[in-house]
């Protein structure tokens, strides 16, 4: 799952081990605990390049908040200058630390720090941060590129995936619904799961008719009609 899904799929931890988790970032400086939310936000483990942008902090508290989080075990450092949990426990305590509002600030942060690399093999992580912060035609247009990105590289679970995920945030009925829905069926065909590209047809058939759509109205019939052969 992506986004928001993938935040409300876990597992919750004991109890007794989250306060425990909890108390020993507390005991941190407050510039600690930031940059710990920080990296947390950009998903565990992130190139300094972004933790600085989304934590907020000039240079000299960034590198002295990082000296403290890798003297207490919190933080380890990972290849190429990055910088990722010791463990994935702490990570999910730091983030359900940060109150809704800043977590949002947060995401929004990241989102524009991710932005401004102009990387575009980052652009379903990208995606994920705009749709955390409460911008989903941002994240739309991310997701939808991440899936372009998937299908030229026939890697057709991450395109599912994408794909899916901007289904969640576009308006429905809408032209924008018919034409991932016939996209999404493009893929499950390929992968054999003919019933579930036949339903994703059919949805896009009754989303551009809904919308007055034509066009993509007789994409997904055609499509169903080829589907109906195999």
């Known amino acids: 799952a992506s986004g928001a899904a993938a935040e409300g799929a876990r597992l919750p931890l004991p109890r007794g081990l989250r306060g425990l988790l909890a108390r020993r970032l507390e005991a941190l400086p407050a510039e600690a605990q930031r940059v710990a939310e920080a990296v947390a936000v950009l998903g565990g483990e992130a190139d300094l390049a972004l933790v600085a942008p989304v934590a907020g902090l000039a240079e000299d508290a960034l590198l002295l908040a990082l000296s403290e989080l890798l003297q207490r075990y919190v933080l380890c450092e990972k290849d190429g200058g990055a910088v990722g949990f010791v463990h994935d426990q702490i990570r999910e305590v730091a983030y359900d630390r940060v109150p809704p509002e800043q977590l949002a600030l947060f995401h929004r942060a990241a989102a524009q720090a991710i ?30 590129e991440a899936a372009t990105r998937a299908m030229r590289a026939h890697a057709h679970a991450e395109a599912e995936r994408q794909i899916r995920a901007c289904l969640r945030l576009v308006p429905a009925p809408s032209a924008r619904c018919a034409e991932l829905c016939n996209d999404l069926g493009g893929v499950l065909d390929v992968v054999g799961r003919i019933g579930e590209a036949r339903a994703a047809h059919l949805r896009a058939r009754e989303e551009a008719g809904l919308a007055g759509d034509r066009h993509l109205e007789a994409k997904a019939l055609r499509h169903l009609g080829v589907l109906e052969h195999e």
């Open 115 to 144: 932005s401004d690399l102009q990387v575009s093999e980052r652009a379903g992580e990208l995606g994920r941060h705009w749709e955390m912060a409460g911008k989903p035609a941002e994240a739309i247009e991310a997701y939808r």
